[in-house]
């Protein structure tokens, strides 16, 4: 099956600093990628779709310069967390869907902690 | 809107026994397609099954198999002889397309199989 792979893992930072995640696709292209934020004992809630090439599509509500999205290549995504605080605490996980294929396959996860 | 309910938020189970998981979804789409979603305490999204809307026959994987009920927009997961290893979070979720980013992720079910 196709591999989605994300890293960091878990990630502490101070307030303010600013956290990049990345979200690579091993064995397929990707042209697009999404990127979603899990609260605690909730679903997945969708932040952004990431397409290569060009800007993201946000959903609404989601601040576009906090949450900044690269997708330079067709197998790497980056989510930036910008001037983190801790209301950005949060488990966010990417996802890529390959080519015709209507399965998502997900990354394991960034458990972020904004002291 | 394309929604999707899961009126279960948690259910328990005895090892060897079978469990029902609910979902109910609202689309207008003709051509979509239906998932379910596990999510163990490692947190990281597995594929368990999934159904295409055109085909009538009901997917089964393993233990794993699905009613698609489409007039009635109902989609329910069976699990068949529960193990430890089901214990998670379930997750029903739709999409519209083949290469639409459209999925829809329900609140889920936490199931936790007991010894």
């Known amino acids: 099956g196709a591999v989605v792979s994300q890293h960091p893992s878990w990630v502490i930072c101070k307030s303010g600093t600013s956290v990049k995640i990345e979200c690579r696709s091993l064995?397929?292209?990707?042209?697009?990628m999404f990127w979603y934020r899990q609260f605690p004992k909730q679903s997945l809630m969708l932040m952004a779709t990431?397409?290569?090439?060009?800007?993201?599509?946000?959903e609404q509500g989601v601040e576009k310069d906090k949450f900044l999205i690269n997708h330079a290549s067709l197998t790497l995504s980056t989510l930036t967390v910008t001037s983190a605080h801790p209301e950005d605490s949060s488990f966010y996980i990417c996802?890529?869907?390959?080519?015709?294929?209507?399965?998502?396959?997900f990354g394991s996860g960034t458990q972020l902690s904004v002291l | 809107a394309q929604t999707v309910t899961q009126s279960q938020p948690e259910m328990s189970v005895q090892e060897a026994e079978t469990v029902t998981l609910s979902c109910t979804y609202d689309?207008?789409?003709?051509?979509?397609?239906l998932f379910w979603y596990k999510q163990p305490p490692s947190r990281q999204m597995i594929l368990v099954i999934r159904?295409?809307?055109?085909?009538?026959q009901n997917a089964t994987e393993n233990r794993f198999s699905v009613n698609f009920q489409k007039a009635a927009k109902s989609f329910s997961l069976k699990i068949s002889d529960s193990q430890l290893g089901d214990t998670a979070m379930y997750f029903c979720?739709?999409?519209?397309?083949?290469?639409?980013?459209?999925?829809?992720f329900g609140p889920g079910t936490r199931l936790s199989v007991l010894p």
């Open positions: 159904q295409e809307a055109y085909k009538q």
């Open positions: 990431s397409n290569e090439g060009s800007k993201a599509t946000y």
């Open positions: 064995d397929f292209q990707a042209t697009t």
């Open positions: 979720a739709s999409k519209y397309d083949n290469y639409g980013q459209n999925f829809v």
């Open positions: 996802s890529a869907t390959p080519v015709a294929n209507e399965k998502l396959f």
């Open positions: 689309t207008s789409e003709n051509n979509y397609y």
